[in-house]
């Protein structure tokens, strides 16, 4: 069984729903890990749910960097583990610099909550195994920060090392300025580290892991993390 | 009771003159009670006190004869009204908690804060009774998007509700907005709340145990909004600076109080709760002991502050956000508190709970107020007053308006629904909605858009469904028929989605009831809800009375806002409102009639608030319930629409543009005796638009007539794109479905787009 550590900070407000989708929509373990602790308890992945934690004070993520159970969560990601990062979790990850570049208040200023279309660029990451390549995949955002963006250099090499995992397209798969929901520089929805074990996205795979939510696209998401650790799901 | 032994000490700081107390919104002869009831005169703090308590927000003190009349029993109502929610049996050990409250007067000072802190007191309203909250829908009302006021009043109140929502990760499912000028400068904010809970941790708020500690938790009391329940209650008058009682939220800090509050009911670690809203700590205060019959005894010298300096009389009445007040047991005060510091909140015990009935205030060793509680909160005076109808909107009802229900030639019909597509109280909502998360807790189902918003109901197959609405165009026209087509249409919706309704909670927002006008309106659609109410068998679960809604230009249409809350026994049973697929065949349920009274069409074309609003038939309301209900329960819909404001071009348009995979075309034929206008945009009652699968027509035309209802055939839906076909009596309307979708999306974006550069 593969054990999913689900960080809760305070102002998490997708724990539940990660939880839930690992448990009803993948058939694996969930547990919940206290922003002050210093233990994952054995998690096989780390993933950094959506929310506000603090209340997006300061910037959205920059005090939950601080939490104490970042520090494991850092070691777990510098010694290969997965980590996932689900809107404010992207957040955290850039402001801990597990991931380069910042989201920064949406180009239209106001919180946006909507479908988008998503296209698969890359599926050797955790979390985009068991995709395919190109595959355009529906499902919500809802945020009001989430407008990637980084430097030149960083953005250049981001596309040279083929680190950006999900672009904005529209329902076709292609490019286009109607389908950025936020702005984000070269549509850019999600990245990765240089290994492909640290995964950070704005849009929500936890909310469209059934029919009832009206679409199902975020399963092959979590399907991919069975993929990277295939032994503690054998176990 | 136990008479009061001890006298407050002597408070010579404040003399209670007269006009001290007029300033506090008391009557003359409501001041003689007061000192009757104490056997002396108050003291100032005691009078500030009585003033929150017997204000029209906290006492009712003009509608509670009113609302006494409305049902508010029924089988599968386990809380009914008097407590922070109400609550409804869902089945298998689960409730449904709901509510909703109005944030009026501080919106229109404070679009921002007011509704954000709006949707934070209907939240704790709801968390109280061991519920956690999944949904909040909301029911708003401003004037012209013409005016830049009402611009600006609806970007603050719009990005107030979902940076609060958003923020604690509470989904805002639905809603309805309206515009008319009437509201310009005194726009409507009610917020709807729904919470789950299992019924056996329903937690109320009630001080019971003599000793129990009273504990006080989440932010500091602050000086914000002092008197916001007066302020509530008085008209809203024009140059004066009324933004002190505007209290400021802050939605983490609520998040933590959600989290904490339910760990410690779900750890039974309370007695009861109740949160700091209105009137702050005094009136949770004195409402948990008056439920309980008991008495409180509290040292204010041991509330959390964040400000030096501040009076007893302002800590009693502050409405400072996110504090809620508890009665603990005893011996389990540590867990308490350290599940309290764990989600990083105060906690501080500032008395306890006493047999005595009286609600007595120590500031230290000193007591600055001590009041029997039972009349401080149940003896609030109460008026019934003689209600006149203002002989000018009688007049109106019987305008000749026939003249104005011609369309002489299609050309003319197809402007006016693209026009009346264009009206922003018709148009698409996406502007508001997208604002707001509405699928955080996976729960949704069905969210903005839909009739009514539909949500999983916790592990169970069942769902629960939820519209909120409100007329206030036909309350001003016919209040008794108005009010009645409130609480049937907002039926309607919920039975569109395949649920059945259950109960109501009610938001009266009407202007001042001193006006015998006013009080006309007021006790007229209480009288109408209630027949409603009866008809359908939903009782009244709780509610909130908003008056003196008006200013020096007049008060708006009485507005009585309907939410309504249903129980669909199959999520999988829903029905969508918005057409499906090609071929389905379009049917329509209910008669058509020449009734452009009170219409959109109307007011938009003609710019005429007049004539009789339509009849409405209660029996014949609750039948076609049953049939919605029977019919999605047998899987016969594909789609079922409410036919509402614009008629059934509107609900036709609707329906096809919301269509899946895109916009559909559509292709009606239906026969009419009535005027054009009226057949095309006259909002007749009682109607509901279909889709089906052909081969299921017979079987729903066989449940139409079981039910007592007419229905027909009127035509096929077809292929993404293409024409929207409609030939309705005399008319026919027939362009291309995305001209139709272009005009419904862009009317709000476009009206909205100077909004301080907040635009995409």
């Not at chain 1, 286009?176 to 999600?190: E, R, V």
């Not at chain 2, 909301?138 to 970007?155: I, T």
Request: hydrophobic residues 40%.
């Amino acid at each position: 069984m593969m054990r999913v550590g689900i960080v809760r900070f305070p102002g998490s407000n997708c724990d539940a729903d990660c939880a839930r989708a690992v448990r009803e929509g993948l058939g694996q373990e969930a547990l919940f890990l206290w922003h002050k602790t210093h233990s994952l308890e054995g998690a096989d992945v780390v993933l950094l749910p959506g929310g506000f934690s603090y209340g997006d004070h300061l910037r959205a993520g920059a005090i939950a960097r601080f939490s104490p159970i970042m520090q494991e969560v850092v070691d777990f990601a510098r010694a290969g583990g997965p980590v996932i990062g689900i809107c404010n979790g992207f957040q955290i990850l850039c402001e801990a610099h597990l991931l380069p570049g910042a989201l920064i208040r949406n180009r239209g200023i106001r919180f946006r909550h909507r479908d988008v279309h998503l296209r698969v660029e890359r599926t050797d990451t955790v979390f985009t195994r068991a995709c395919c390549g190109g595959q355009v995949l529906r499902m919500p955002i809802a945020h009001g920060e989430g407008q990637f963006v980084a430097d030149v250099e960083t953005l250049a090499e981001l596309e040279a090392d083929g680190r950006v995992v999900f672009r904005y397209v529209d329902e076709s798969g292609c490019a286009a300025a109607s389908a950025n929901p936020n702005g984000s520089q070269n549509d850019i929805a999600g990245i990765c580290n240089g290994a492909g074990n640290v995964v950070g996205l704005m849009p929500h795979p936890e909310r469209a892991v059934s029919d009832l939510l009206g679409c199902k696209d975020g399963l092959p998401l979590f399907r991919s993390l069975l993929a990277a650790v295939p032994e503690a799901v054998a176990s | 009771m136990t008479t009061v032994t001890q006298s407050p000490a002597d408070h010579t700081r404040t003399r209670i003159t007269p006009a001290v107390v007029a300033e506090h919104g008391l009557s003359v002869s409501e001041f003689d009670q007061i000192v009757g009831i104490l056997g002396r005169e108050p003291t100032i703090e005691e009078l500030g006190i009585f003033s929150a308590m017997w204000s029209e927000h906290c006492g009712y003190k003009n509608s509670r004869p009113l609302l006494k009349t409305l049902p508010v029993e029924g089988p599968r109502l386990v809380q009914g009204p008097g407590e922070n929610a109400g609550v409804i049996d869902a089945g298998d050990g689960w409730g449904v908690a709901f509510k909703v409250e109005s944030h009026n007067h501080p919106s229109a000072v404070e679009p921002y804060q007011g509704a954000a802190t709006g949707v934070g007191g209907i939240l704790r309203d709801v968390f109280t009774m061991g519920a956690r909250p999944v949904a909040v829908l909301d029911s708003l009302r401003f004037g012209s998007l013409d005016s830049p006021r009402s611009r600006f009043l609806m970007d603050g109140v719009v990005r107030g509700i979902g940076d609060y929502g958003n923020c604690v990760g509470v989904p805002t499912v639905g809603g309805e907005t309206v515009f008319d000028p009437v509201y310009e400068k005194n726009p409507l904010v009610n917020a709807m709340c729904i919470g789950v809970l299992r019924l056996d941790r329903l937690v109320r708020g009630r001080a019971d145990g003599v000793g129990n500690p009273v504990m006080a938790v989440g932010a500091r009391t602050g000086r914000d909004g002092i008197h916001g329940a007066t302020f509530a209650s008085a008209d809203l008058d024009e140059g004066s600076d009324r933004r002190p009682q505007v209290q400021v939220g802050d939605p983490f800090t609520e998040k933590l109080l959600l989290e904490a509050t339910l760990e410690l009911i779900d750890r039974d670690l309370l007695v009861g709760i109740q949160d700091m809203g209105a009137a702050g700590l005094t009136s949770s205060a004195a409402e948990m002991a008056a439920r309980s019959g008991s008495g409180i005894d509290i040292d204010v010298d041991r509330l959390p502050v964040r400000e030096s300096g501040m009076t007893a009389y302002e800590m009693l009445l502050s409405e400072s956000q996110e504090r809620m007040l508890l009665v603990a047991r005893p011996e389990r005060v540590d867990e308490v508190t350290a599940v309290l510091g764990r989600w990083e909140l105060q906690a501080a015990v500032i008395g306890h709970v006493t047999d005595d009935g009286l609600f007595r205030v120590r500031r230290g060793a000193e007591v600055v107020a001590e009041i029997p509680v039972e009349p401080l909160v149940d003896s609030c005076p109460t008026y019934v007053r003689d209600g006149v109808e203002d002989p000018a909107i009688a007049e109106l009802r019987t305008n000749d308006l026939s003249a104005l229900a011609h369309l002489e030639t299609d050309d003319e019909a197809t402007e006016v629904l693209l026009a009346l597509l264009d009206s922003p109280s018709i148009a698409s909502r996406a502007w508001i909605y997208e604002q707001y998360d509405a699928s955080v807790q996976t729960n949704t189902a069905a969210g903005p858009g839909s009739d009514a918003a539909v949500l999983r109901l916790g592990d169970t197959e069942r769902g629960i469904a939820a519209a909120i609405d409100g007329n206030g165009r036909y309350v001003y026209l016919a209040p008794r028929t108005g009010a009645r087509i409130a609480v049937c249409e907002a039926a309607r919706n919920v039975a569109c989605s395949g649920a059945r309704p259950v109960a109501i909670t009610n938001c009266l927002n009407f202007g001042n009831p001193l006006g015998a006008a006013v009080y006309y309106q007021l006790s007229e659609a209480v009288a109408g809800i209630g027949e409603a109410c009866r008809a359908l068998g939903t009782p009244v679960s709780g509610g909130n009375v908003s008056l003196y809604n008006e200013t020096p230009s007049g008060p708006i249409y009485p507005t009585p806002v309907i939410g309504m809350v249903g129980v669909i026994e199959s999520i999988d049973q829903r029905v969508p409102s918005a057409f499906r697929g090609q071929d389905d065949v379009i049917l329509l349920v209910g008669e058509t009639r020449e009734e452009i009274g009170g219409s959109e069409y109307l007011a938009v074309i003609h710019d005429r608030v007049a004539g009789t609003p339509p009849a409405i038939d209660l029996d014949e309301a609750a039948r076609l319930v049953e049939f919605l209900v029977a019919g999605a329960a047998a899987n016969l819909f594909r789609s079922a629409h409410d036919c509402s404001d614009g008629g059934m071009a509107i609900a036709l348009a609707e329906a096809a543009i919301g269509a899946d995979g895109g916009a559909r075309s559509i292709a009606v034929e239906l026969e009419s005796r009535c005027s054009p206008a009226a057949a095309l945009f006259g909002e007749s009652q009682n109607r509901v638009l279909l889709s089906a699968d052909p081969a299921r027509v017979d079987a729903i035309g066989d449940l139409c007539v079981a039910h007592g209802l007419t229905w027909q055939r009127i035509g096929t839906v077809g292929p993404v794109g293409g024409n929207w076909r409609c030939s309705i009596g005399e008319r026919t309307i027939d362009l291309p479905v995305d001209d139709l979708r272009r005009v419904f999306e862009r009317a709000l974006p476009r009206r909205m787009e100077d909004m301080a550069g907040l635009n995409a």
